[in-house]
């Protein structure tokens, strides 16, 4: 059972940047693919962001192409998304999530990810 855990968000300004990290239990293993998802209140949670890991090609929403950059860390175990420029629509809560192998190529579907952090809250102000 893989825990994450992120860490990172808060509040600021729009036109600021964040660097939100995601901790993993254990060894990310190679396999693996790490995503960053969000949620806006009254919103469904979508895609945001994903690297595979053993490769480290990296996937993003159309939208995020630009202003959001994930990578892994320098720490063991850590993925994470360095946010530019941010908007007050990114304002929501980030998750992390990590996905075994499985036989799906999209990786912002979200039903195929087995395990999920809790979340850091974003705020943008205007």
């Known amino acids: 059972q893989v825990q994450l855990v ?11 940047s964040l660097r939100l990290s995601c901790a993993a ?8 693919v790490m995503g960053w998802f969000r949620q806006a209140p009254g919103k469904e949670r979508e895609f945001v962001a994903a690297i595979n890991w053993s490769g480290g090609r990296t ?11 994930i990578s892994r860390g320098y720490a063991k175990n850590t993925v994470l998304m360095q ?10 809560v ?16 979200i039903g195929t ?6 979340g850091t ?4 102000s205007a």
């Open 113 to 118: 990810y087995d395990y999920w952090g809790q």
């Open 83 to 92: 946010m530019n420029t941010l908007k007050p629509e990114d304002t929501a």
């Open 25 to 32: 239990s254990e060894r990310i293993v190679s396999s693996y």
């Open 94 to 109: 980030y998750y992390c999530a990590a996905r075994a192998p499985n036989s799906y190529s999209d990786y912002a579907l």
């Open 59 to 69: 996937y993003y929403a159309e939208s995020m192409k630009g202003r959001f950059t």
């Open 6 to 16: 992120e860490s990172g968000g808060g509040l600021v300004q729009a036109g600021d």
């Open 121 to 124: 809250q974003v705020t943008v």
